[in-house]
């Protein structure tokens, strides 16, 4: 998974916090966690390409969330960073080489075990909202919204 998926997890929930009439431009998100703000912005776009975040262009622009965060759950992000696409790719090696074997009609049991991991992973995720994640945050650091909230204020005024 790459670290886009980390950045937009982090994205979202910093656009919570930073209030529901606000958007936010891409540069100062990245500027929160000093990140590339040209990556991030790919990542945002995605979010918003899959209905997470609305964007809105100009100079007063940025991103919102285009949903609550109890409606966003940590695998819409995955997929809308990562693509839908299975993580595992079986390329059924065991038909090559030496000991390849050919007229297999069974599933490879290397690909149905990581089928089946895959399968509990993308559960879990689904399972789990970003609502859940910001309340956590919260529980460890309760004054992280309002260091947010001060900070973007400080720097609308540049």
């Known amino acids: 998974m790459s670290e886009g998926v980390e950045w937009a997890l982090h994205s979202c929930v910093n656009l919570a ?3 529901p ?3 936010v431009p891409a ?14 912005n790919k990542q945002l776009q ?9 964007s809105t262009p100009g100079p007063r622009g940025g991103f919102r969330l285009a949903r609550p965060l109890d409606a966003i759950s940590l695998m819409d992000v995955v997929a809308a960073v990562e693509g839908a ?9 065991r038909r090559q080489g030496p000991g390849g074997t050919t007229g297999h009609a ?7 075990a990581m089928g089946r ?3 509990a992973w993308r559960r879990e995720l689904a399972a789990q909202n ?8 919260e529980r460890q650091a309760p004054e992280a919204p309002e260091r947010l909230r001060a900070w973007l204020r400080e720097q609308q005024g540049r």
Do not use: K, M, N
């Open 46 to 54: 995605a979010l918003a390409r899959a209905g997470i975040l609305t």
């Open 130 to 137: 970003l609502d859940e994640v910001r309340q956590q945050a």
């Open 21 to 23: 009439d606000r958007a």
């Open 106 to 112: 069974f599933e490879c049991a290397v690909a149905h």
């Open 27 to 40: 540069a100062r998100l990245a500027a929160w966690h000093d990140l590339p703000a040209a990556y991030l």
């Open 17 to 19: 916090w930073s209030g």
């Open 85 to 93: 696409e299975e993580a595992f790719r079986c390329t059924e090696i």
């Open 117 to 119: 991991a895959e399968l």
